[in-house]
């Protein structure tokens, strides 16, 4: 029991950093995503060029990999994504995948991201408009960030 309720905890703490819900609200044209992995690594990733790779993983000591590549088009009301996927695990039977999804222009669309974990579609206008601090402080732009023994602590 003990140990439930300390993990709760742990998770309730991060919660903040682990879910983007509370990113500030979409502004320009420019689509982002952020990819949050089940096994705790996170990806943001500009959209462009309208053709990419977003994941490339691959094991060179046993045959298995994970590729996922996306196709955007812009639409008037948002994006249009296509993504596919080319995975082999440790089943070794190779499989296509493909998910299409649209993010709005008026939300940040949160859906289910293969078995992967889950994808969050957001606006800026431009990468040079992009703050990490959004995604995982949830801070405002205007308070600085000085890392301290491993960590970051906030100074406005």
């Not at 940040?108 to 990490?132: C, K, M, P, T």
């Amino acid at each position: 029991m003990k140990t439930c309720l300390s993990l709760l905890i742990a998770v309730l703490a991060c919660l903040p950093i682990l879910l983007p819900a509370d990113l500030a609200p979409n502004r320009g044209r420019q689509l982002f995503v952020l990819i949050e992995e089940r096994a705790s690594a996170t990806h943001i990733i500009a959209m462009t060029p309208a053709r990419r790779d977003i994941i490339a993983q691959w094991n060179r000591w046993n045959p298995t990999y994970d590729f996922v590549s996306a196709v955007v088009e812009s639409t008037q009301n948002g994006s249009k994504v296509g993504f596919t996927r080319y995975i082999m695990k440790d089943d070794y039977i190779p499989r296509v995948e493909h998910l299409d999804l649209f993010f709005p222009h008026g939300s940040q669309a949160h859906y289910s991201f293969f078995d992967v974990g889950v994808i969050v579609g957001f606006y800026r206008n431009s990468v040079e408009d992009f703050d990490l601090r959004e995604i995982w402080l949830n801070l405002p732009p205007s308070q600085s960030l000085e890392p301290t023994a491993g960590r970051f602590d906030v100074h406005p």
